[in-house]
């Protein structure tokens, strides 16, 4: 059966580029996913504007106007990604840092303080997508981690 969901696009007019950054049950909360992911990066912007578009989607500029989130709503058939997420192991973390010759200020989400974890979940959406990169101490993206599937 479908049912409404609320998808959050980061988009640069300027080059043209749309990246899709989680989608949510209900409107607000993808627009505290965004206010999460600027809280993680440090960003604290005092001009943010939310309007309506005609199509219905908000839109949420900041800064530059070249840049900008869209919140869709748009009816989807699966349900959505589980925030829960299962923590690795000591021992998987420490096969990973190995692996992937983690230096000490860069972390797994596994390794980052709870506010930090939760923070994440809540911007991403995602329970599973979390676990899938690395991050510095203070829980911003670095990269992405390849694991082995």
């Known amino acids: 059966m479908s049912h409404k969901i609320y998808t959050n696009y980061w ?3 300027r080059d043209n580029v749309v990246k899709e950054h989680g989608s949510y ?6 627009l505290r996913g965004i206010k999460a992911w600027w809280e993680l990066q440090k960003d604290n912007y005092k001009d943010v504007v939310e309007r309506r578009t005609n199509s219905g989607a908000l839109e949420i500029t900041y800064g530059d106007n070249n840049y900008y989130y869209r919140i869709v709503e748009r009816e989807m058939d699966e349900e959505l990604p589980s925030l829960k997420v299962k923590l690795r192991s000591q021992g998987e973390i420490e096969s990973l840092r190995k692996k992937y010759l983690l230096e000490d200020e860069q972390v797994l989400f ?4 709870e506010p930090y974890r939760d923070r994440l979940v809540e911007a991403m959406g995602d329970g599973k997508k979390v676990q899938d ?15 082995d599937k």
């Open 11 to 13: 988009m640069n007019r």
């Open 25 to 30: 049950a209900t409107e607000s909360e993808a």
């Open 110 to 113: 596994d390794e980052l303080a």
């Open 133 to 147: 990169y690395i991050y510095d101490l203070q829980g911003r993206m670095i990269r992405p981690l390849k694991v």
